[in-house]
């Protein structure tokens, strides 16, 4: 009875988990697309300063992170990753992410979500040029199914529609914009990755501050570090529309949610799942900005987003089973 009750605690911790993180990001995604499409006002003006987001975004789970360390972290301060440890790091974490928003200007938001679904390649393509790491059969055909759903979906014929609400249509530029954010974000993960490695008892808490400490600081420089700076045009913007500032602040919020709900999730139930589960939100991120926001897909740009997908579950397969195998070796042992 009580390893039932137990079992059921957990199915319903997990539904917790994937309704949160959906919520939050398919929500944000929404926001997104809103501020950088939508005219704000009679005289129909866009927010062009797009990267604002980012600033705004690091300031938000700057905050977060650190009431979030005084509420639950029984840490000492030693036993975590000192916050200048984080300033290479916070570098590619502010102008990666930057990019990928800037990339709204020129492309869709189902193709900017496609494009940064499309990770694994310079991952593999690094792994194998630079570190000569060799890859299994399967993985190259997870690839291969990215990359050519990605291909044939920027190849394929946008509706008039969905390029009549970009600020500046221009797909080289904006998949550019999208490719540059996965390299930087690679760099990223693995000095995180190093990080954590060094300073294990470091918690993803701790990670989120540091990383924003310096998100902040880099961004705030880049924003209001000179007199016509980009940053106080973003500000005057917000004034005189408060519903873009609105919209900006619960883009930030979902953004803050939706990393506790990660962190729950990899905690409970390890990175696996968490992967599955953010794979098939960015799926329903696309059918929500399709069917909502007014982005019509084509049947061979659906074909892409399947493609896509399936390499992609594919992939989610194949570590699962690489799982399970190093689960069998160590009880065997």
Not at 46 to 59: C, G, P, Y
Not at 218 to 232: K, T
Request: hydrophobic content about 45%; glycine content about 8%.
């Amino acid at each position: 009875m009580e390893s039932h009750n137990a079992g059921l605690r957990r199915v319903f911790v997990l539904v917790f988990c994937v309704a949160g993180i959906w919520a939050a990001y398919i929500y944000q995604g929404v926001l997104q697309e809103t501020v950088s499409t939508k005219r704000f006002g009679p005289e129909k003006q866009r927010f062009e300063h797009l990267a604002f987001l980012n600033l705004a975004q690091s300031v938000v789970c700057l905050i977060w992170s650190y009431i979030m360390i005084k509420i639950w972290s029984n840490d000492g301060k030693s036993s975590s990753a000192p916050w200048w440890t984080y300033w290479s790091a916070g570098i590619t974490n502010t102008i990666g992410p930057a990019m990928g928003i800037e990339a709204l200007k020129y492309i869709s938001y189902p193709a900017q979500v496609l494009a940064k679904s499309s990770k694994m390649i310079p991952v593999m393509l690094m792994g194998t040029l630079v570190y000569g790491i060799r890859y299994t059969i399967p993985e190259y055909i997870c690839t291969l199914l990215v990359a050519g759903g990605v291909s044939a979906f920027a190849l394929s014929k946008t509706s008039s529609k969905t390029i009549s609400k970009l600020a500046h249509p221009n797909a080289p530029l904006g998949y550019g914009l999208c490719a540059l954010n996965l390299a930087f974000d690679g760099f990223t993960n693995a000095t995180q990755d190093s990080i954590t490695a060094r300073y294990p008892k470091t918690n993803a808490w701790n990670i989120m501050l540091g990383m924003n400490i310096w998100g902040t600081i880099y961004n705030m420089i880049f924003m209001f570090g000179w007199p016509n700076a980009i940053g106080y045009s973003a500000v005057q913007f917000c004034r005189q529309h408060p519903e873009a500032a609105f919209d900006i602040l619960l883009y930030c919020v979902c953004g803050a949610v939706g990393q506790n709900f990660i962190f729950l999730t990899i905690s409970r139930f390890g990175s696996l799942t968490n992967t599955t589960i953010t794979t098939t939100r960015k799926f329903v991120s696309i059918l929500v900005s399709s069917l909502i926001g007014g982005n019509p897909l084509s049947k061979l740009q659906w074909g892409s987003v399947s493609m896509v997908f399936s390499g992609l579950s594919y992939q989610i397969f194949l570590k699962w089973k690489k799982l399970k195998r190093t689960q069998k070796k160590r009880k065997s042992t």
